[in-house]
């Protein structure tokens, strides 16, 4: 026999009304969410997600639209943003943008079309610059990357202090001639590259910067040419991790070795990080408080509407390895 919410009610204590309410991700007070949460655990309960999608025109899903899926920061995403919707009773659509602007516009439309709940979006510099002229029947959650000040609710790292920190933890084994390859298309790049540039000039030390497509592919081939210069640095940064693995890619296709030829460092503790010759020194992103996070903004945002746009910006942790030893 099949449960209902009627049943659910029974079981919670509660009205039918307030078990709508729930799973509709309305505003319940705390004590009756947890009952009826309880209830639709014991009951067995599972909602009828079409007829639902018929009375509410939304589709109790989430879309999350992501640049680049094979970076692991963004798979890590991702899963913590699927299990804070599990834990909500819905689904997450998930698209992945390549890094180009109009299959940006293709996934947006599509969110229009299939009546999503919410988006949690990492948008390019391009989109996001036209973001404040594009209008949503959904709120969208910004993620990773901002958008128009004080146009939709974010949440990121604080890149600017977490690229200053790797240039002050090279400054501080005695380091001077450092570079960076940073990545071309998002406003997280540009942050760090404004960190490390500021950090930089704050020591008398001269910038020297590089932009790259934030791919492993295209980092290497960009590495073999800074490691090939005869005045190459003494350290260099890779702005994310798919720029990081290509430059320890063109390292070994040069025959370098960190740190006795030069110095590296760069964002994103992967397991490779660790694991791969001497260990390289990175900033940890807290990914899973970052998923989490744009998740609970997006249910505040659906239950209230109205309230002004929010920003959460996270620490990084800087991650010493020896990559950046100092050659004796």
Known sequence: MSVGIKDVAVAAGVSPATVSRV??????????????????????YRPNLSARRLRSQHSNTIGLIVPDIRNPFFTALSRAVEDAAYKANMRVVLCNTDENPSREMMYLRLMQEERVTGV????????AAQL?????????????RHGPAGKHDSVVLDNRQASAA???HLCGRGFTHIGGLFGNTSS????RLGGYTEAMSAHGLAPRADFVAPNPDAAAVAARDILSRKDRPEALIASNGLILLGVVQAMRELG?????????AG???EIWTALMGPGFTVIEQPVADIG???????????????????????SGKLIERNSTRKPC
């Open 267 to 269: 964002f994103d503790n």
């Open 166 to 168: 790797l240039v002050e």
């Open 292 to 314: 989490h996070s744009a998740m609970r903004l997006l249910f505040e945002r659906i239950e209230t509407p109205d309230m002004a746009p929010r920003v959460i910006m996270l």
């Open 256 to 264: 370098l070795e960190a740190p006795k030829d030069i110095a590296i």
């Open 23 to 44: 799973l509709a991700n309305r505003h319940v007070k705390p004590d009756l969410r947890e009952r009826v949460e309880t209830a639709i655990r014991l009951t067995g």
């Open 120 to 127: 949690i979006y990492a948008p390019t510099r391009e989109t």
């Open 188 to 191: 997280t790049a540009r942050d």
């Open 132 to 144: 404040d002229r594009l209008a949503f029947d959904f709120p969208v959650v910004l993620v990773d």
